[in-house]
């Protein structure tokens, strides 16, 4: 079963952007392994708390990457 784990900031990305990632990574799946994977792919679109991670040992803030969260749609629209 091909599987995917995106990780992003939480509250950057609307739920048709998300809708999006799992979309096009299963089109890709399926570019690659064939109409039968589409199925079974599975894709994980998972939201990290603003300074849950880093990189290089220094934790990373939407701010520090010059960024702003974007009111998340809730409506599914």
Not at 16 to 26: A, P
Request: overall charge negative; charged content about 20%; hydrophobic content about 40%.
């Amino acid at each position: 079963m091909p599987f995917a784990n995106f990780k992003v900031l939480e509250k950057t990305l609307t739920p048709k952007q998300k809708e999006m990632i799992v979309t096009r990574t299963t089109e890709l799946y399926v570019e690659i392994y064939g109409e039968q994977a589409r199925s079974n792919t599975m894709v994980l679109v998972e939201e990290v708390a603003d300074g849950g991670w880093g990189i290089g040992g220094n934790v990373l803030t939407l701010a520090m990457l010059g960024g702003e969260a974007t009111p998340t749609d809730t409506s599914g629209a």
